[in-house]
């Protein structure tokens, strides 16, 4: 699945970071942000309660909000969580057949990092840290580190 280029990768380019304290940049990158983030949660079949947490823990009514419009200015703390998560969709599809890409963040996982919980406990246990160690995981099996 493709997402729009105007999504910047914000973990793999420092020297090309947009500048999120700025509302014209955010205003420009929440649209096809927020086409990627509910186009993931989709896919990996997330509950609301768990997206609204991966989003940072917005409200009800903020979440639903975003949800039914797609519109809004996203914060820095979103925009950079959404951009974390779609390069983790894009490593697990790169990874793993379509089933087990689509699944993994809600399966079970050995690996020590996860103690055997999904992914997913992580990612919304440890808030931006958490998401950042598991695409770093991630990228480091793509690139073979």
Not at 18 to 29: A, N, V
Not at 60 to 64: S, T
Not at 117 to 120: F, N, R
């Given at each position: 699945m493709a997402f729009p280029a105007l999504i910047p990768d914000l973990s793999?380019?420092?020297g090309n970071v947009?500048?999120?304290?700025?509302?014209?940049?955010?205003?420009?990158?929440s649209a096809p942000a927020l086409e990627a983030f509910f186009r993931i949660a989709e896919i990996w079949k997330l509950r609301n309660d768990d997206a609204m947490?991966?989003?940072?823990?917005v409200s009800?009514?903020?979440?639903?909000d975003l949800k039914k419009h797609r519109r809004g200015?996203?914060?820095?703390d979103e925009l950079t969580r959404i951009s974390l998560l779609t390069?983790?969709?894009?490593?697990?599809?790169i990874l793993f057949q379509q089933k087990l890409a689509d699944e993994w963040v809600i399966r079970p996982n050995s690996h020590a990092m996860f103690s055997g919980?999904?992914?997913?406990v992580m990612l919304i246990r440890?808030?931006?840290?958490?998401?950042?160690n598991v695409r770093r995981l991630l990228d480091g099996r793509r690139g073979g580190r």
């Open positions: 793999q380019s420092p947009p500048d999120l304290t700025d509302t014209g940049t955010r205003q420009r990158l947490a991966l989003l940072g823990g009800n009514g903020r979440y639903y200015i996203l914060t820095q390069g983790i969709f894009k490593s697990l599809n919980a999904p992914p997913l440890d808030g931006v840290p958490g998401i950042l």
